[in-house]
């Protein structure tokens, strides 16, 4: 639709200051995105722990014990879709409760579904270290107890391009920011916000 609009399309393009200055645009769309957070807990980085963006990528790598660090609404779908698959799933959140962002339809069916596919959840546990046996957490008391799983799936959230966006904000006289780069979001919020910003060139 984009290109049979007449848009013209650069693929493998890293926009920076001295791109937009050298294009010498009248008007610069900001929708750089998001990406995921990964905190610096130990083990976090090491080959049995997957990033919930990577699922796709990576779902060879899944063994049938999996433990979802995160019951944000990425988390739980990811959850969902694993136990469907017929794996063992334990589900860990600090929060009191799961996917509170989730709107006021979808959160029920998300949290039946948690339920009729038998995950395991453990709320109020935040994880302390990932090792080859599972997720270390503490729970409300500060006791520390291992969620068992030989995979870990990442889903801490996702984090705001910010860097990227301070650095092109002043390039062009018309200048908008749209969607995840603004503040993670939906696809919704992000069409809406690209669509107005485009009216108001
Ligand atoms: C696991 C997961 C599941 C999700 N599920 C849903 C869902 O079911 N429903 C829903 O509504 N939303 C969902 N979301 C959120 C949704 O993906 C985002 O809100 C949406 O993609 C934001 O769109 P965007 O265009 O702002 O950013 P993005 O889709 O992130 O696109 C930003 C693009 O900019 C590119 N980029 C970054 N820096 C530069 C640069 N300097 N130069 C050029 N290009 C650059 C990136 O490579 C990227 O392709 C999910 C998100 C995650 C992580």
Known sequence: MAE???VEIRLNTTVTKEYVEKENVDALIIAVGSKPVVPPIPGLQDDNVIVVNNY????????????VLGGGM???EAAIHL???????QLIEMRSELAPDANIRHRPLLLAEIEQNKIHVHIGYKGLRVTEEGVVCTDEAGK?????GTTV???LGQQARRD???ELIDC??????????????TITTAIYQGYHAALDI
């Open 83 to 89: 136990a469907q698959e017929g794996k063992s799933v």
């Open 4 to 6: 049979a609009a007449g």
């Open 56 to 67: 796709y990528l990576e779902k060879d790598k899944v063994s049938d014990q999996v433990v």
């Open 74 to 76: 990425a988390g739980c």
């Open 153 to 155: 799936i990442c889903a």
């Open 144 to 148: 520390e107890h291992l969620v068992p």
């Open 164 to 166: 990227v966006v301070e």
């Open 172 to 185: 062009a006289p018309y200048v908008a920011q749209i969607g995840d780069c603004v503040r993670a979001s």
